[in-house]
């Protein structure tokens, strides 16, 4: 990879100043003091003119497709796991059992509508393998401790499920705000800080982080 350009050199020029916040092997992508981001373009003679990182488009389709088939694989082996009588554990709670794979399901329905409306970006092979191995792993260990587990779903489980519904409300409620935002002409190029964003830098991740949170809370083993 070639050496990242320096934002004081004036050969870089005013335009394309600013602190750079990602690289790859191809893109260098800045952000000015506007709140524009743009991108560079790796060429063999250095970078080329800029261009909007919105505008780098790559629809990805089968890695999308691979992920949305690995992850609805882990919906149907959990529900397997929670419920099928030739599972080896023994059956636990109804309650808890039926609230965990209605959880995972609606996770999964959150996860086709980021990928094919609200990312736009390209999906490498590399992140849908990624994300298909993780999700696999907790679903696995969310069904099977839940389904071991023979304790009545009280308090815990009712946290369990309010955590859950707010963590997904968030992450898909700021990420709606956004891509509604990002559909207006004048917004192009633009970043955008407003809704949840506002309040705090990820609160898409953060939704996540409490409606997994909430899930293991579901489960009810400290391990989950």
């Not at 997904?168 to 809704?195: C, D, F, T, V």
């Amino acid at each position: 990879m070639e050496p990242k350009p320096n934002r004081n050199d004036p050969s870089v020029g005013a335009s394309q100043t600013g602190n750079s916040i990602y690289c790859d092997e191809r893109y260098y992508v800045f952000v000015n003091d506007g709140g524009m981001r743009f991108s560079m373009k790796q060429s063999g003679n250095g970078l080329r003119q800029s261009v909007s990182i919105y505008d780098l488009r790559d629809p990805t389709r089968a890695q999308r497709v691979f992920l949305s088939a690995g992850v609805a694989t882990c919906v149907g082996v959990a529900w397997w796991l929670l419920f099928g009588r030739s599972v080896l554990a023994p059956a636990g709670d109804l309650i808890r059992r039926l609230s965990l794979a209605l959880a995972l399901t609606i996770y999964f329905i959150r996860l086709l509508f980021t990928q094919f409306v609200f990312l736009k970006r390209a999906i490498r092979w590399s992140e849908a393998l990624t994300i298909s191995i993780w999700v696999a792993c907790i679903y696995l260990l969310l069904s099977l401790t839940a389904r071991a587990n023979t304790h009545p779903g009280g308090s815990v489980t009712m946290t369990g499920i309010a955590l859950f519904l707010v963590g997904s409300w968030m992450n898909s409620w700021s990420e709606y705000q956004r891509h509604r935002w990002k559909q207006r002409p004048e917004n192009h190029g633009r970043l955008y800080i407003a809704g949840l964003f506002r309040l705090c830098r990820h609160p898409n991740y953060f939704g996540d982080l409490v409606a997994f949170s909430g899930l293991a809370l579901i489960a009810g083993r400290w391990f989950a």
